[in-house]
Structures are given as C-alpha cells and as structure tokens.
C-alpha cells in the first residue's frame, strides 16, 4: 500500500522532467498521446474485467494505486519512450512476481511499486551513464 499523494508529486516531477528536456508545445502534445494511450489500455481492462471475467475493476483486479501511477508516468515521457518504458516496466514487473511468488506467497502483483522499481532504475540508470537521452523523440 502507497500513500495516494506520492503519485502527483511522481507525475509533476516527471512532468517538469519532461518540460526541461523538450519543448513546451511538442511535451504537451506527447504527454495527451499518453494520457490517451493509457486510457483506453485502462478501459479495454475495465471492459475486460467487467463483461467477460464478471468481477469488480477497482481494487479486485486492478487498484487505485496501479491507475495513478500509470498516468504519472504518462506525464514524464515522449510517447515512443513511454510506450518502450510502459511495455518493459509491465515485463520486469511480470518476471519480479513470478521470481518473488516462489519466496513469498503473493495473490496479487504489486504493479505500482514494481514499475516504480524499474523507473527509478531506469532514471538513474539514464542520468549516471552515457546513454541516449530518453527525450530524444
């Protein structure tokens, strides 16, 4: 369980991350990209999860928490590197479960804090070495 106000303070400091590294017009226009790319994954889940699994979307199969922190990282990249970010955040979270399942019994994926994981990995991994830029489209 995380404290709801960590995923704003994630989302603005991505998004000022974001700002600084392009400009102001072609950011906002990723970033809705992204907003729109997440929603509809988000209501495919719902329609998913509603219709044929017959359960409840929120807090059943998907929290809160995994909601917020997908639109906070909607906001801190350009939409080619989001979807790379998103699609390898969801992968390493997927391979974590599955390596921390056999240690710890575990019903759910802890989505949010294993993406959170691989961001800030992911981050200091870009800022400490000499790698392409994640802004570079």
Partial sequence: M???????VIGLLLFVLHLINSHWEVGLIYILTNILIISG???LLYL???HILKQKFLNVSFGLGDILFLYALALGFPTITFIIV???SIFFSLI???????YKEMSTVP??????????GLVLFSFSSYTPSL???
Wanted: charged share 10%; proline share 3%.
């Fill in 135 to 137: 802004y570079l489209y």
């Fill in 111 to 120: 989505l949010a804090g294993l993406m959170g994981l691989f961001l800030i």
């Fill in 48 to 50: 998913y999860t509603k």
């Fill in 41 to 43: 994954v988000l209501l």
């Fill in 96 to 102: 974590a479960f599955l390596l921390l399942k056999r």
């Fill in 2 to 8: 995380v404290m709801w106000i960590i995923f704003p």
């Fill in 86 to 88: 998103l699609v390898g």
